[in-house]
């Protein structure tokens, strides 16, 4: 019994490969983006189409997955809270263990991250996941130099390059300060 339904948009069936090392097949096809793909700045919008290309190819353990998937993203920049609207594509190849091997056929190195097929069926969404999450840029930036905002009044610099503030008074000076004022007023 499988966990995984064949009719979902990330799950494709392999059984047209057969289990002849070697034998291969390559596809081409858009999905739509599962929830929650990315990270809390940048993320792909969940529906939004996602173009892979990939290659199926039947191993003697099971059947390597190889590709690329492309997909829009969106984020704001982590120095001026400004919109990202972006394209990424990211690589990925794994090997799906066919789930029929007997337990002491294994090799004793597969451990429980081994991607398994489930009657036949790879499900991409886990392997999509970690190749986006992996690609995305921690601190994404609407552009390498983006100077952010003004730690003083939130102001965007990139919009006001010359933007600048008088010096801050010492407080100690305050007292100071205030004499003088008062003294240009008693000038005029």
């Not at 829009?72 to 394209?87: K, S, T």
């Not at 794994?94 to 091997?101: G, K, M, N, S």
Request: net charge negative; proline share 9%; hydrophobic share 35%.
């Amino acid at each position: 019994m499988t966990s995984l339904d064949p009719r979902a948009p990330l799950v494709l069936d392999t059984r047209e490969l057969g289990r002849r090392p070697g034998s291969q097949r390559e596809l081409t096809l858009a999905a739509p983006a599962p929830a929650d793909l990315g990270i809390e700045v940048l993320t792909v919008p969940e529906g939004s189409q996602i173009e892979f290309d990939l290659r199926l190819e039947a191993v003697m353990e099971g059947v390597l997955v190889t590709g690329t998937a492309q997909a829009v993203v969106d984020g704001e920049c982590a120095r001026c809270l400004e919109p990202i609207h972006d394209e990424i594509e990211v690589t990925f190849q794994e090997l799906f263990v066919y789930d029929d091997r007997r337990h002491d056929e294994q090799d004793e190195s597969e451990d429980d991250e081994t991607r398994r097929l489930e009657d036949d069926l790879v499900d991409l969404e886990p392997l999509l996941r970690d190749a986006v999450v992996l690609a995305l840029p921690f601190q994404p930036l609407c552009q390498p130099d983006c100077p952010g905002l003004c730690p003083e009044c939130g102001a965007r610099l990139i919009d006001d390059p010359d933007h600048a503030h008088d010096e801050p008074v010492d407080p100690r000076w305050s007292a100071l300060s205030a004499l003088a004022d008062n003294h240009d007023e008693d000038l005029k």
